[in-house]
């Protein structure tokens, strides 16, 4: 009777309703309460605090040898301060004897010795001490095997205490075992083995960063920062032997050539110098095409071969379109000379360039480094390759024939070079470039060896226009025009 007095009874909701509540409600405290571990737990009522510490203890004391519940509370204890506790946890962390926590302890000393160290004013005695042990305690902890983020830490704690040997050892630890990273960490090397001289590991790092770049620019900038790493420190024999290891798709680039030439010539290696200076020389000689208004202008500038009198130029076919400005076919007026053109145009070989395969970048790069042929000659020069300096200098001439600087290389190199025709030939066309008596001097001295009437009476009326009253050079002068045949010139000289 009692179960039909209950179920007349009237029910305020459903049961189910109930049930579907009670689900809600189990959901939703489900779905705000902290996730994860107890770190995220912790990390979830915000930043350690007195309560978050209390709360640790608490826990600490139910599960003494938790080694989760000790590393957090050791870390709240060390961020608010509180070092003395901090160490009371390392220590009961050693007691454990795992090898997590014997990390974890030695990071934690570490922390509070540092915390410590840097509380001490730099003027307190104490603090010298205080570094010692840091120091110490910071060699101690190197050896011991550590994940790549630990690694760091240590690292960026011996560079802040004056370690910059441990810090680069350190951070090649990290290069090793970290490929992913490891051009950050060659990168902090190059920079803390410097500090301490060693100029290897440096170079190794550099060398390494080359390996992984992704541009030829960054190629060239690590592959020449490492070469003048070891340069820097007077490893000059190692830096060529490293560098001909590692120059690989770099040589064929104008500007890692120019810094191996260099760099052999600062070792004092005339084989290394003569073989980069040959490598570099094709680029040197390389140029664009000349426009039409520029092949008619070369043109115009043949060279001659005199007719009336010995043939000083005797290596045309190697040597060709140096001015002739020894030659004067227009009549000047008022006491001007009056010399006739006596020569006939020789054909002149054009010197096969070395910009076929060139592409348009290293073409610009070469137009924007004028120096590059300067840097061949002089290792021509150096080396003993003299016959190589005068083919760079003579290739100079032929695409500028004012260029100045360098007719005066090609007279120098071809005197050096035994090849007195073309140095009077160069000598001659620098002195009526430049009107340098030293140019004048050297055609004074060499024509004559070579019976040169005509280049010895252009100097020599240079030299009386000069001093005009100066009647032993006039008298020379009409000397020469007699001796020539060509009195007429010698009356219209006096004139």
């Not at 305690?137 to 983020?149: G, I």
């Not at 000059?236 to 104008?254: F, R, Y």
Request: hydrophobic fraction near 40%.
């Amino acid at each position: 009777m009692n179960d039909k007095t209950n179920d007349k009874r009237p029910r305020i909701v459903p049961p189910w309703l109930i049930y579907t509540l009670a689900g809600v409600v189990v959901v939703t405290m489900y779905g705000v309460s902290p996730s994860g571990g107890l770190r995220q737990r912790v990390a979830s009522v915000g930043a350690p605090n007195e309560l978050s510490v209390a709360y640790l203890e608490a826990w600490s004391r139910v599960r003494p040898d938790n080694e989760e519940f000790l590393s957090l509370l050791g870390a709240q204890y060390l961020y608010l301060g509180r070092t003395d506790d901090a160490e009371r946890i390392a220590a009961r962390m050693e007691t454990l004897g795992t090898d997590d926590m014997l990390r974890s302890a030695m990071m934690l000393h570490l922390s509070v010795t540092e915390q410590r160290t840097f509380a001490i004013p730099e003027d307190d005695p104490r603090r010298a001490s205080a570094l010692e042990d840091l120091r110490a305690r910071l060699t101690q902890a190197s050896k011991l095997p550590w994940a790549p983020r630990d690694l760091e830490w240590l690292a960026q704690r011996c560079a802040a205490v004056g370690m910059p040997d441990l810090a680069a050892h350190l951070y090649a630890r990290l290069s090793a075992n970290d490929p992913d990273g490891r051009d950050k960490w060659d990168t902090q090397i190059t920079r803390y083995a410097l500090q301490v001289g060693d100029y290897r590991a440096a170079a190794d790092a550099w060398f390494r960063q080359q390996a992984t770049a992704q541009t030829r620019d960054e190629q060239r900038r690590c592959f020449v920062a490492g070469i003048r790493t070891l340069q820097s420190g007077n490893l000059l024999n190692e830096a060529l032997t490293a560098a001909d290891a590692h120059l690989g798709p770099l040589a064929d680039d104008p500007a890692t050539l120019v810094a191996m030439l260099n760099l052999a010539r600062a070792a004092n290696r005339p084989d290394a110098v003569d073989r980069y200076a040959k490598l570099l020389a094709k680029y040197a000689l390389a140029e664009p095409g000349l426009p039409p208004g520029e092949q008619l202008r070369a043109a115009a500038q043949a060279t001659y071969a005199y007719m009336d009198g010995p043939v000083a130029y005797r290596r045309l076919d190697a040597h060709g379109r140096l001015r002739d400005a020894t030659r004067v076919s227009a009549e000047r007026k008022q006491g001007s000379v009056r010399v006739f053109r006596v020569a006939t145009a020789v054909s002149v070989p054009q010197a096969t360039s070395g910009a076929a395969g060139l592409d348009d970048a290293t073409r610009a790069a070469l137009r924007s480094d004028p120096s590059v042929a300067g840097v061949v000659f002089q290792a021509f020069v150096e080396s003993g390759d003299l016959a190589s300096a005068q083919k760079v200098a003579v290739q100079q001439v032929q695409r500028d024939p004012r260029a100045v600087d360098w007719v005066k290389r090609v007279a120098q190199v071809a005197e050096w070079n035994r090849d007195p025709s073309l140095a009077l030939k160069s000598w001659l066309d620098y002195a009526q470039l430049s009107n340098d008596q030293v140019g004048w001097q050297n055609v004074l001295r060499i024509a004559p060896m070579l019976d040169d009437d005509e280049a010895y009476l252009t100097a020599l009326v240079h030299e009386a226009r000069a001093t005009p009253n100066d009647l032993t050079l006039i008298d020379s002068v009409t000397a020469t025009y007699e001796r020539l045949g060509r009195p007429d010139d010698g009356l219209a000289f006096l004139r």
